[in-house]
């Protein structure tokens, strides 16, 4: 087997033998969580977790949902909009907050993100970084010029299956790599308050779900020389559906869906000269279990555990990097969330996909 490429760092914690993300690293941080929707309570549950986190504060727009948010999972304080502030503002003049995780739909994260660094904190922002790369641009030079550590929350990256596939490709035991499939899609149901079908906050299936297969792809062959897509978009103008694929300088390509309108399989197979890999048990951004077909060899199945929900490996990272006096982790790199920001861009204007951020 001839080595290949690795295009993703593997952090120390998903490492093989690595102790469990949840042992301390080092200084304990004192954590703020700006919202209080479905992904913040899972997130929340994995900070709690670890050894050297401490659930400070967590702000949202109304004062009795923080409230009832900070009672639920332990927090010292909690902020809500009052007097023209908003609570996120609060949250971040709080002089005991090391670091926020930014929970809000996707149209607010450069607001918001923005507000957090020009106070001194460091920011885990949820995906999509922003609604576009200038967005994404603007907050990079923040963070650099202010010395603060800044990431997107790709929770995928940092999972130890995921890192075991990586291995398995830059090993060359699947040969070359020619094609990478991937889908995940669920029927949402059209509810135009929600923020997933609302065209204000970001809404639709390429920003809300895209990076997942997205992320199996650049793991295998890294960013693509062209890109194609095609999609069905709502009388909102919001994507229902895409399909995209991306096409590499040596004939390699991928094709990925995203839907709110299907259940796919949410699965990811990444097939070579020399076999082919597939995920199973559990959706592709969390998977429980590699197959793997040789050319020349026997089927084998690989399993894995989860600690916490997963992602506690990301909240690991985020605090190792922070306790190192680094700005960006080398997993998920600022260039790479820059460079997935252009690329998304050049999809939603193949598609005629446009947002209100799009002309601020």
């Known amino acids: 087997m001839t080595p290949h490429q690795r295009f993703v760092v593997q952090p120390p914690c998903a490492a093989p033998g690595a102790p469990s993300p949840l042992a301390a690293t080092g200084r304990p941080l004192r954590w703020g969580v700006v919202a209080t929707g479905g992904i913040a309570s899972k997130v929340t549950a994995d900070i709690a977790l670890l050894e050297d986190a401490v659930l400070h504060a967590v702000s949202s727009r109304s004062a009795d949902r923080a409230r009832e948010?900070?009672?639920?999972?332990?927090?010292?304080?909690?902020?809500?909009?009052?007097?023209?502030?908003?609570?996120?503002q609060q949250l971040f003049d709080d002089p005991d907050i090391d670091v926020v995780y930014v929970t809000t739909p996707h149209a607010q994260h450069f607001e918001v993100a923005r507000a957090a660094l020009a106070s001194g904190k460091h920011v885990l922002c949820e995906k999509p970084?922003?609604?576009?790369?200038?967005?994404?641009?603007?907050?990079?030079?923040?963070?650099?010029?202010?010395?603060?550590?800044?990431?997107?929350?790709?929770?995928?990256?940092?999972?130890?299956?995921?890192?075991?596939?990586?291995?398995?490709?830059?090993?060359?035991?699947?040969g070359e790599i020619r094609w990478v499939q991937a889908d995940l899609g669920f029927p949402a149901g059209y509810n135009p308050?929600?923020?997933?079908?609302?065209?204000?906050?970001?809404?639709?299936?390429?920003?809300?779900?895209?990076?997942?297969?997205?992320?199996?792809?650049?793991?295998?062959?890294?960013?693509?020389?062209?890109?194609?897509?095609?999609?069905?978009?709502?009388?909102?103008?919001?994507?229902?559906?895409?399909?995209?694929?991306?096409?590499?300088?040596?004939?390699?390509?991928?094709?990925?869906?995203?839907?709110?309108?299907?259940?796919?399989?949410?699965?990811?197979?990444?097939?070579?000269?020399?076999?082919?890999?597939?995920?199973?048990?559990?959706?592709?951004?969390?998977?429980?279990?590699?197959?793997?077909?040789?050319?020349?060899?026997?089927?084998?199945?690989?399993?894995?555990?989860?600690?916490?929900?997963?992602?506690?490996?990301?909240?690991?990272?985020?605090?190792?990097c922070i306790q190192a006096g680094l700005i960006e982790s080398p997993t998920m790199p600022l260039a790479d969330t820059l460079t997935t920001m252009h690329l998304l861009d050049g999809i939603r204007a193949q598609l005629g996909l446009r947002y209100a951020n799009d002309s601020m």
């Not at 948010?69 to 996120?88: E, K, L, N, T």
């Not at 200038?134 to 650099?144: F, K, S, V, Y």
């Not at 969390?286 to 989860?306: A, C, H, I, K, M």
């Open 129 to 174: 970084f922003t609604v576009n790369a200038a967005e994404a641009a603007a907050l990079i030079d923040l963070a650099t010029a202010r010395g603060l550590f800044l990431m997107e929350a790709v929770w995928t990256r940092f999972l130890p299956s995921v890192n075991r596939a990586l291995d398995i490709f830059a090993s060359g035991e699947l």
């Open 193 to 320: 308050s929600s923020r997933i079908w609302d065209p204000a906050a970001g809404g639709g299936a390429l920003l809300d779900l895209t990076v997942y297969p997205l992320t199996w792809t650049l793991g295998a062959l890294g960013f693509p020389a062209s890109v194609s897509a095609s999609a069905e978009l709502n009388g909102d103008g919001v994507d229902v559906q895409n399909a995209v694929t991306l096409s590499y300088e040596g004939g390699a390509q991928a094709q990925l869906t995203s839907s709110l309108g299907a259940l796919g399989p949410a699965a990811a197979t990444v097939a070579g000269s020399g076999g082919w890999l597939r995920t199973g048990d559990g959706p592709l951004h969390n998977p429980r279990e590699l197959t793997v077909q040789p050319l020349n060899g026997e089927l084998r199945t690989e399993t894995f555990d989860s600690v916490g929900a997963g992602y506690t490996y990301e909240l690991r990272e985020t605090t190792r």
């Open 69 to 88: 948010f900070a009672g639920r999972f332990g927090f010292a304080a909690s902020y809500g909009d009052a007097d023209g502030v908003p609570g996120y």
